[in-house]
């Protein structure tokens, strides 16, 4: 399968099983388009008009092009979807990363929260140092040969439980050496809480540090406020400076929502930078079509253009040595995900999940609360075995819709909680996503060539 598109100046062609890309001249890649259903006459007469150009050079990019092919770097076939089904069942039960969810409570009130501000739809609760710990024992003892373990400390705001926190890193790090085992933690939050201590704690013991900021305060402060409908922008911004310095700007990320309130959310992008932050995110919002925030068609189109915008504004500063990065732009194109990553998606409900401060087993974070994906708990296990079969079997070949689909290598068949969310099904697909998604990877592709071309 392959797929052709140009973007800010090139003609990019992509090899979807191969996963090799062409950056080629305009005969080149209406060569390309037309070689599976044209002769090489029928090209060679349309290609030599067109660009005039003789005959003899088209027939030499026609013989180039069968080479690539020949090669198995154009047009090669899908050989994977037999495997498809093989490796989560040859992995096992290996569990390699939790997201604790330590407290089920925010001291924000952000309208837009998928989490029901930190509820999660439930009670508001805070795990306890005993449950954590238990969590931590699940994660060793169901992790087998694999040495590095990822733990998300989240909420709900995870600093109104900082003390349990530091006192499960603590017990990881007493242990790590026993079992052969080396944690990773991160935390994400919304700030309100960061203090010398957390910043000194979390420089010593987190890998990455997930900051909360929508960009523009009076986009930020329309969503992320607190219980009396205060704003929180002037408040979080100078310690999100601080931490950030203090980590010398890196092993961070400035997390940010996109929403129908601003689709245009380059100029948020835009105040990220001008704060001195290098290190970001813009992810749109996760709620029901009918809320207010949601974005419309009409956003779309908007989103789709911020995108390109974008990465021509990465590949400018990056020539005038004011490089950033942007979390969905990061891609490898000379290694990138294993084949087994990329047929077999996130791994939640079975390599990753989530846990509740009651200690329940949920696939992920987007999961917790639906009586109908709790798994289990961190004592017994996994007990609903029907429910993370489910998972197990959800790769980008379960998807027939993905069949067809030039990303599906590099997606693997997208997010199972949106799907779920937009279909009913942890196998159906959010087609707006996917919209979304696809254009990324064309622009992220599109810098990589760029930055190639300088």
């Known amino acids: 399968m392959v797929h052709q598109y140009k973007l800010n100046g090139y003609n990019i062609v992509i090899d979807t099983c191969s996963g090799s890309i062409h950056s080629v001249d305009e005969a080149a890649y209406d060569i390309i388009e037309m070689y599976k259903s044209h002769s090489a006459d029928e090209i060679a007469n349309v290609i030599s008009e067109k660009y005039s150009i003789s005959k003899e050079e088209v027939f030499e990019c026609i013989e180039d092009v069968k080479s690539l092919e020949d090669m198995g770097k154009l ?13 989560k069942e040859r992995s096992g039960d290996v569990v390699k990363a939790l997201c604790l969810h330590v407290s089920h409570t925010c001291n924000l009130n952000c309208s837009y929260c998928f989490a029901s501000q930190g509820k999660y739809h439930g009670d508001r609760a805070l795990m306890s140092f005993e449950v954590g710990k238990q969590a931590l024992d699940f994660l060793v003892a169901n992790s087998g040969k694999r040495r590095n373990l990822e733990v998300d400390f989240f909420g709900g705001e995870p600093l109104m439980n900082w003390d349990v926190c530091k006192k499960l890193v603590e017990y990881a790090r007493s242990i790590e050496k026993e079992h052969n085992k080396n944690f990773r933690f991160t935390l994400t939050t919304n700030g309100v809480l960061i203090d010398d201590d957390v910043i000194e704690f979390s420089n010593k013991e987190m890998s ?10 009076e986009i930020h402060d329309r969503f992320r406020v607190d219980f009396a409908g205060n704003g929180s ?64 068609k009409e956003d779309k189109e908007i989103v789709m253009d911020q995108y390109e915008i974008l990465a021509k504004k990465m590949i400018k500063r990056k020539k005038a040595g004011k490089p950033f990065t942007f979390y969905h732009y990061m891609i490898d194109l000379n ?28 696939p992920c974070h987007q999961f917790v609360g639906d009586d109908a994906f709790k798994l289990g708990d961190v004592w017994k296990g996994v007990t609903n075995k029907d429910a993370q079969n489910e998972f197990r079997s959800c790769n980008v070949y379960s998807r027939p819709e993905c069949a067809d689909c030039w990303a599906k290598l590099w997606c693997s068949g997208g997010c199972a909680a949106n799907a779920y969310h937009a279909t009913g099904s942890v196998k159906g697909i959010y087609e707006d996503g996917c919209d979304l998604f696809k254009k990324r990877m064309e622009c992220a592709i599109m810098i990589k060539i760029a930055e190639l071309d300088n």
């Open 335 to 362: 290694g990138g995900p294993c084949i087994y990553k990329r047929i077999s998606g996130c791994g939640s409900g079975t390599e990753y999940m989530a846990v509740t401060p009651w200690g329940d087993l949920y």
């Open 75 to 87: 047009y090669c076939p899908d050989n994977f979807e037999p495997l498809a089904n093989t490796f």
């Open 208 to 217: 990455n540090v997930v900051l909360s900021l929508d960009g523009r305060k």
């Open 233 to 296: 922008f002037d408040k979080i911004v100078p310690k999100f400076q601080k931490f950030v310095q203090s980590r010398n700007n890196k092993n961070y990320y400035m997390r940010g929502t996109f929403t129908h309130a601003n689709p245009d959310f380059m100029k948020d992008i835009d105040t990220m930078l001008d704060l001195g932050f290098t290190e970001l995110s813009m992810e749109p919002v996760v709620c029901s079509p009918n809320d207010p925030s949601a974005l419309t």
